[in-house]
C-alpha cells in the first residue's frame, strides 16, 4: 500500500487529462476588489485532495502557500455569480471568470483565467475532481482518509512506518493507545522483524485497523451456507433483523447487486450495510415520493427568514450568495426586506441596523438563477416592503423583466379560486407574497385600480419597527405602487384578527404572518383551531425581533398546528435548523413535505397537547441500540496532535409534547476511531406522523459545555427497522465522509 500517492489518483482518475490538467497547475487572477487582481500560480497537489496556490514574492522573501481541501469545497461556479466578480469585473469577461464556493463560511475564491477555454478547463477538472471524490463510497472514503493520515505521519515519505510514527499515526486518526498496546500491534504485522512497516505489512496494519468484530457476528449468525450467505440465509436475516417483508427473488437481486456469485459474502454485505439499503433513512422515501397535487397549503414549506443575511442581525453582511445557499438547500420560501436606496435604486438590508445592503436587481437575478437548481417546486418571495413609490415601480419593474414567464402574474383559472393550487401545478413558478390593493376577484370581473392607494405596513415590518425603538404608530400605511399589488396573486398579506375573522371574511389565498410569541401562544390555547385555519390558509410564523444574533425557535410546535412556512434564520448553525434540515429530507428533498391526513381533514379535532383518541393516535414502542461508530470521528482540534475526542451519543425524539424524550450514552475515553457503546434505549411514541428523530454526537467535557461532532435527523416515519448505518453532518449541513453511527432499530406496536 503506496501511501503517497491517493486513492483517488489510484482508482479513479489515472492517467486522466483533467486531473493532469490540474497537477500542472497553471496562473490565474485572483480578485478581492477592483484594485485588487493579482496573479497566482494554483494547482492540485500530489495526493490530489489539496488545492494550493502560492502567494506573490515580497522582495527575496519566498513565497507562502495557501492552500484548501477539495472536501471543503462547495461547488465551483462559472462566470461573474459571486458578488465580488459581479462587482469588481467587466461584463466582457464573464466567460473568463469562476467562483470556488466554500462549505463553511470561508470566503470565496473569485478567480480569473487568461482565456475562456482555460477557464471552462478549470471549472470542469475541478467539479471532475470533486465529484469523484464525492461518489467514492464509505469503504472507500474510510481508506483514503486513513491513507492520508498515514502519509502524515510517514515523516520522511519513505513509504515505511516506524513504531514512531505508528504512534504518530494512532493519534492521526483519533484514538489514544498504550505504548505497549501500539508495540504489540506494530509487532504483529512486522513480520519481517525490520523495525519497520512496508508493502503487506501496511495492509495488515491497515486490516486489524479496520476489523469490526460486530458485523463478523451478525454475519456469523446467517452465514449458514458454506460460511457464507446464501439468498435463504440472506431472506432469513432481512426477514428477522431487518423487519422487511422481502421475497427470495428481492434477496437474490441484492446479492447479485453486491456479488459476482449467487452467496453473500463478508465483504459484500458489508458493502450492503454501507450502502442505501442499509441506511436509516428508507430508500423510498428518498426520492420524491408524495402527492404533489393537494393545495399548497397542505405542505410544510421549507422557508427562510431575513434570507439576505450571512451572520448576526445587527452588523452582518448582507449578501445574495445568502440566497444562493438557501435555495440550493431547498428552500422554498424567501424574504426580502426592501428599503429606498441611493440613486433610486431599491436595496435589500435589516433596517435600522449596520447590515451591510444589497442591490434589490442583484437579489432577484441570483434568485432567478438558483431558484429551481435544487427543486422544481414552486418559490415563495415574501417582500417586507418600505420602499417609496417610484422603488416599488421598479422592483416591480425587475420582478417582470428578470423572472420572465416565471414570475405568476395571473391566476392559473378562469374562476376566482376557492382553494389554493397545487405544488405540482405551480411547478417552475415563482410567487410575490406582500399586499395587495383588491381582492383577487378584481382579475377575473376587471374592476381595475387605475391609481396606487395606501395599505396597512406588513405585520413583520410593524414588529421591526417597535423592537429597534422607533415610536410605533398605530395601523402605519404605506402607499403600495398599484404594478406591485398586481404581481401578488396567491399570498396576499393580511393582518390576523382571530380564526373565525379569517374564516368569515377572508379568502384561501389571503395569509397572515405571526411573530413566533404569538404563534406559540395560538397553539398552545386553540391548537385545533389553528390547525383548522391552516387547512384553508397559509400561516408565516418568524422569529422575534430581539433575536439579534438570528437565533432560532423550535419549529416542531408550529408544525405540529399545522403551520406551514415556519421561517427559520438558515444562517445559523443550530439544532432548530437540524430539525429543519431533517423534517424536509425526504421527498426529493424538494422543500416540500405533506401534512398527516389528520391535520387536512375537517372533521379532526387533532390538539398536539391534548391527545384523544383519533387516526394520530398510532401507539408504537421505539427501540434503539446504540452500537458503535462506524470507522473514525474528526479530530476537533487539529492543531493538538495529542487532543482525542471522547464522544457519546445523544438520541432525540421531537414531536408532541408527550412524545419527546432525550436520552444519552456514557462516553469513552481517548476514543475517536472506533468506540463502541451497545446502549439500549425505549421511546413510547403516540404521534408518529409528527415525530422527528435525531442522533446528536459530542466530545464529552467534564469542565465546560460538550463539543459538537455531528448530527442527523429524519422523519420517523422514514426510518427503516434493523440493523443500520446513521450518516453524520457537521454543523453546516456536509457529511463527514468518514464516520458513520452504526444502531439497532425496532419501531413496534404497542401492545
Same mark, same amino acid.
Given at each position: 500500500?503506496?501511501?503517497?500517492?491517493?486513492?483517488?489518483?489510484?482508482?479513479?482518475?489515472?492517467?486522466?487529462?483533467?486531473?493532469?490538467?490540474?497537477?500542472?497547475?497553471?496562473?490565474?487572477?485572483?480578485?478581492?476588489?477592483?484594485?485588487?487582481?493579482?496573479?497566482? =500560480?494554483?494547482?492540485?497537489?500530489?495526493?490530489?485532495?489539496?488545492?494550493?496556490? #502560492?502567494?506573490?514574492?515580497?522582495?527575496?522573501?519566498?513565497?507562502?502557500?495557501?492552500?484548501?481541501?477539495?472536501?471543503?469545497?462547495?461547488?465551483?461556479?462559472?462566470?461573474?455569480? %459571486?458578488?465580488?466578480?459581479?462587482?469588481?469585473?467587466?461584463?466582457?469577461?464573464?466567460?473568463?471568470?469562476?467562483?470556488?464556493? =466554500?462549505?463553511?463560511?470561508?470566503?470565496?475564491?473569485?478567480?480569473?483565467? !487568461?482565456?475562456?477555454?482555460?477557464?471552462?478547463?478549470?471549472?470542469?477538472?475541478?467539479?471532475? $475532481?470533486?465529484?469523484?471524490?464525492?461518489?467514492?463510497?464509505?469503504?472507500?472514503?474510510?481508506?483514503?482518509?486513513?491513507?492520508?493520515?498515514?502519509?502524515?505521519?510517514?515523516?520522511?515519505?519513505?513509504?515505511?512506518?516506524?513504531?514512531?510514527?505508528?504512534?504518530?499515526?494512532?493519534?492521526?486518526?483519533?484514538?489514544?493507545? %498504550? *505504548?505497549?498496546?501500539?508495540? #504489540?500491534?506494530?509487532?504483529?504485522?512486522?513480520?519481517?522483524?525490520?523495525?519497520?512497516?512496508?508493502?503487506?505489512?501496511?495492509?495488515?496494519?491497515?486490516?486489524?485497523?479496520?476489523?469490526?468484530?460486530?458485523?463478523?457476528?451478525?454475519?456469523?449468525?446467517?452465514?449458514?451456507?458454506?460460511?457464507?450467505?446464501?439468498?435463504?440465509?440472506?431472506?432469513?436475516?432481512?426477514?428477522?433483523?431487518?423487519?422487511?417483508?422481502?421475497?427470495?427473488?428481492?434477496?437474490?437481486?441484492?446479492?447479485?447487486?453486491?456479488?459476482?456469485?449467487?452467496?453473500?459474502?463478508?465483504?459484500?454485505?458489508?458493502?450492503?450495510?454501507?450502502?442505501?439499503?442499509?441506511?436509516?433513512?428508507?430508500?423510498?422515501?428518498?426520492?420524491?415520493?408524495?402527492?404533489?397535487?393537494?393545495?399548497?397549503?397542505?405542505?410544510?414549506?421549507? %422557508?427562510?427568514?431575513?434570507?439576505?443575511?450571512?451572520?448576526?442581525?445587527?452588523?452582518?453582511?448582507?449578501?445574495?450568495?445568502?440566497?444562493?445557499?438557501?435555495?440550493?438547500?431547498?428552500?422554498?420560501? /424567501?424574504?426580502?426586506?426592501?428599503? *429606498?436606496?441611493?440613486?433610486?435604486?431599491?436595496?435589500?438590508?435589516?433596517?435600522?441596523?449596520?447590515?451591510?445592503?444589497?442591490?434589490?436587481?442583484? /437579489?432577484?437575478?441570483?434568485?432567478?438563477?438558483?431558484?429551481?437548481?435544487?427543486?422544481?417546486?414552486?418559490?415563495?418571495?415574501?417582500?417586507?416592503?418600505?420602499?417609496?413609490?417610484?422603488?416599488?415601480?421598479?422592483?416591480?419593474?425587475?420582478?417582470?423583466?428578470? &423572472?420572465?414567464?416565471?414570475?405568476?402574474?395571473?391566476?392559473?383559472?378562469?374562476?376566482?379560486?376557492?382553494?389554493?393550487?397545487?405544488?405540482?401545478?405551480?411547478?417552475?413558478?415563482?410567487?410575490?407574497?406582500?399586499?395587495?390593493?383588491?381582492?383577487?376577484?378584481?382579475?377575473?370581473?376587471?374592476?381595475?385600480?387605475?391609481?396606487?392607494?395606501?395599505?396597512?405596513?406588513?405585520?413583520?415590518?410593524?414588529?421591526?419597527?417597535?423592537?429597534?425603538?422607533?415610536?410605533?404608530?398605530?395601523?402605519?400605511?404605506?402607499?403600495?405602487?398599484?404594478?406591485?399589488?398586481?404581481?401578488?396573486?396567491?399570498?396576499?398579506?393580511?393582518?390576523? @384578527?382571530?380564526?373565525?375573522?379569517?374564516?368569515? @371574511?377572508?379568502?384561501?389565498?389571503?395569509? !397572515?404572518?405571526?411573530?413566533?410569541?404569538?404563534?406559540?401562544? &395560538?397553539?398552545?390555547?386553540?391548537?385545533?383551531?389553528?390547525?383548522?385555519?391552516?387547512?384553508?390558509? &397559509?400561516?408565516?410564523?418568524?422569529?422575534?425581533?430581539?433575536?439579534?444574533?438570528?437565533?432560532?425557535?423550535?419549529?416542531?410546535?408550529?408544525?405540529? $398546528?399545522?403551520?406551514?412556512?415556519?421561517?427559520?434564520?438558515?444562517?445559523?448553525?443550530?439544532?432548530?435548523?437540524?430539525?429543519?434540515?431533517?423534517? =424536509? &429530507?425526504?421527498?426529493?428533498?424538494?422543500?416540500?413535505?405533506?401534512?398527516?391526513?389528520?391535520?387536512?381533514?375537517?372533521?379532526?379535532? =387533532?390538539?398536539?397537547?391534548?391527545?384523544?383518541?383519533?387516526?394520530?393516535?398510532?401507539?408504537?414502542?421505539?427501540?434503539?441500540?446504540?452500537?458503535?461508530?462506524?470507522?473514525?470521528?474528526?479530530?476537533?482540534?487539529?492543531?493538538?496532535?495529542?487532543?482525542?475526542?471522547?464522544?457519546?451519543?445523544?438520541?432525540?425524539?421531537?414531536?408532541?409534547?408527550? *412524545?419527546?424524550?432525550?436520552?444519552?450514552?456514557?462516553?469513552?475515553?481517548?476514543?475517536?476511531?472506533?468506540?463502541?457503546?451497545?446502549?439500549?434505549?425505549?421511546?413510547?411514541?403516540? /404521534?408518529?406522523?409528527?415525530?422527528?428523530?435525531?442522533?446528536?454526537?459530542?466530545?464529552?467535557?467534564?469542565?465546560?459545555?460538550?463539543?459538537?461532532?455531528?448530527?442527523?435527523?429524519?422523519?420517523?416515519?422514514? $426510518?427503516?427497522?434493523?440493523?443500520?448505518?446513521?450518516?453524520?453532518?457537521?454543523?453546516?449541513?456536509?457529511?463527514?465522509?468518514?464516520?458513520?453511527?452504526?444502531?439497532?432499530?425496532?419501531?413496534?406496536?404497542?401492545?
Amino acid at each position: 500500500m503506496d501511501f503517497g500517492v491517493t486513492y483517488l489518483l489510484i482508482h479513479c482518475l489515472e492517467g486522466d487529462k483533467d486531473l493532469k490538467f490540474l497537477l500542472d497547475g497553471g496562473n490565474l487572477v485572483k480578485i478581492r476588489s477592483g484594485s485588487w487582481q493579482k496573479s497566482r =500560480f494554483f494547482r492540485l497537489q500530489e495526493d490530489c485532495e489539496t488545492l494550493s496556490y #502560492d502567494s506573490q514574492k515580497i522582495l527575496k522573501k519566498i513565497k507562502t502557500c495557501k492552500s484548501y481541501s477539495i472536501n471543503e469545497i462547495e461547488s465551483v461556479r462559472k462566470g461573474r455569480e %459571486s458578488e465580488g466578480l459581479n462587482k469588481h469585473t467587466d461584463p466582457c469577461d464573464e466567460d473568463r471568470c469562476f467562483s470556488i464556493i =466554500f462549505n463553511d463560511r470561508k470566503k470565496n475564491l473569485d478567480l480569473m483565467a !487568461a482565456s475562456p477555454e482555460e477557464a471552462d478547463q478549470w471549472v470542469n477538472s475541478l467539479e471532475k $475532481v470533486i465529484g469523484n471524490m464525492r461518489n467514492l463510497d464509505h469503504q472507500q472514503k474510510s481508506e483514503h482518509w486513513i491513507i492520508s493520515c498515514m502519509r502524515k505521519a510517514d515523516k520522511n515519505g519513505d513509504n515505511m512506518m516506524s513504531l514512531k510514527e505508528v504512534k504518530h499515526f494512532l493519534r492521526q486518526i483519533n484514538v489514544e493507545v %498504550s *505504548d505497549a498496546y501500539a508495540e #504489540d500491534i506494530f509487532k504483529k504485522c512486522d513480520e519481517s522483524n525490520s523495525g519497520t512497516l512496508e508493502g503487506p505489512e501496511i495492509k495488515l496494519f491497515y486490516s486489524l485497523l479496520t476489523k469490526r468484530e460486530e458485523i463478523d457476528v451478525i454475519y456469523g449468525k446467517y452465514a449458514k451456507t458454506d460460511k457464507q450467505m446464501s439468498a435463504a440465509d440472506l431472506l432469513e436475516f432481512l426477514q428477522k433483523e431487518q423487519r422487511q417483508v422481502v421475497t427470495i427473488e428481492e434477496a437474490l437481486r441484492l446479492i447479485s447487486k453486491y456479488e459476482e456469485n449467487k452467496q453473500m459474502t463478508k465483504d459484500g454485505f458489508l458493502m450492503y450495510l454501507h450502502r442505501e439499503e442499509g441506511f436509516i433513512l428508507n430508500p423510498a422515501h428518498k426520492p420524491l415520493y408524495q402527492d404533489m397535487n393537494q393545495p399548497l397549503n397542505h405542505y410544510y414549506i421549507s %422557508s427562510s427568514h431575513n434570507t439576505y443575511l450571512m451572520e448576526d442581525q445587527l452588523k452582518g453582511p448582507s449578501s445574495t450568495e445568502a440566497y444562493i445557499k438557501a435555495l440550493l438547500k431547498s428552500c422554498r420560501c /424567501v424574504e426580502l426586506d426592501c428599503w *429606498d436606496g441611493v440613486n433610486g435604486e431599491p436595496v435589500i438590508y435589516h433596517g435600522y441596523t449596520l447590515t451591510s445592503k444589497v442591490l434589490f436587481k442583484d /437579489v432577484i437575478q441570483a434568485i432567478k438563477n438558483y431558484a429551481f437548481k435544487t427543486s422544481d417546486y414552486p418559490v415563495i418571495l415574501s417582500l417586507e416592503n418600505h420602499c417609496t413609490l417610484e422603488q416599488q415601480k421598479l422592483m416591480a419593474h425587475y420582478l417582470i423583466s428578470i &423572472l420572465g414567464d416565471a414570475l405568476l402574474t395571473k391566476p392559473l383559472g378562469k374562476t376566482v379560486p376557492t382553494s389554493l393550487p397545487s405544488p405540482e401545478e405551480l411547478k417552475g413558478k415563482i410567487l410575490v407574497k406582500g399586499k395587495r390593493l383588491n381582492k383577487l376577484d378584481a382579475a377575473f370581473n376587471h374592476n381595475v385600480i387605475t391609481e396606487d392607494e395606501t395599505v396597512s405596513e406588513e405585520d413583520e415590518a410593524a414588529d421591526v419597527t417597535k423592537e429597534n425603538g422607533q415610536k410605533p404608530k398605530s395601523k402605519s400605511k404605506i402607499k403600495l405602487a398599484k404594478e406591485l399589488s398586481d404581481i401578488v396573486i396567491y399570498c396576499k398579506s393580511v393582518h390576523f @384578527n382571530s380564526f373565525e375573522h379569517s374564516r368569515d @371574511n377572508q379568502s384561501c389565498y389571503e395569509m !397572515a404572518s405571526f411573530k413566533e410569541s404569538k404563534a406559540f401562544h &395560538l397553539a398552545e390555547a386553540s391548537g385545533t383551531a389553528f390547525m383548522h385555519h391552516n387547512m384553508d390558509k &397559509l400561516s408565516r410564523i418568524y422569529p422575534a425581533g430581539s433575536r439579534t444574533d438570528s437565533s432560532n425557535y423550535n419549529p416542531v410546535p408550529m408544525w405540529n $398546528v399545522g403551520c406551514q412556512i415556519v421561517a427559520l434564520n438558515f444562517q445559523t448553525p443550530c439544532k432548530e435548523m437540524y430539525l429543519n434540515q431533517g423534517r =424536509f &429530507l425526504p421527498n426529493g428533498f424538494c422543500g416540500y413535505i405533506l401534512k398527516p391526513e389528520f391535520q387536512r381533514d375537517p372533521s379532526s379535532q =387533532f390538539h398536539p397537547n391534548k391527545l384523544t383518541k383519533g387516526p394520530w393516535l398510532k401507539k408504537k414502542n421505539f427501540h434503539i441500540m446504540v452500537r458503535d461508530i462506524s470507522q473514525q470521528l474528526p479530530k476537533l482540534n487539529k492543531n493538538k496532535e495529542k487532543s482525542i475526542v471522547d464522544p457519546l451519543v445523544k438520541v432525540e425524539i421531537h414531536g408532541v409534547p408527550a *412524545d419527546n424524550g432525550k436520552k444519552e450514552t456514557h462516553h469513552i475515553n481517548n476514543n475517536g476511531f472506533n468506540p463502541m457503546w451497545n446502549q439500549h434505549f425505549k421511546f413510547e411514541i403516540s /404521534v408518529p406522523d409528527l415525530a422527528i428523530l435525531q442522533f446528536v454526537v459530542e466530545d464529552y467535557d467534564a469542565a465546560s459545555q460538550n463539543d459538537f461532532i455531528g448530527q442527523y435527523c429524519l422523519p420517523l416515519t422514514s $426510518v427503516q427497522n434493523g440493523y443500520r448505518h446513521v450518516p453524520l453532518l457537521t454543523k453546516r449541513g456536509d457529511p463527514i465522509s468518514s464516520a458513520r453511527l452504526f444502531v439497532h432499530l425496532m419501531l413496534l406496536d404497542a401492545q
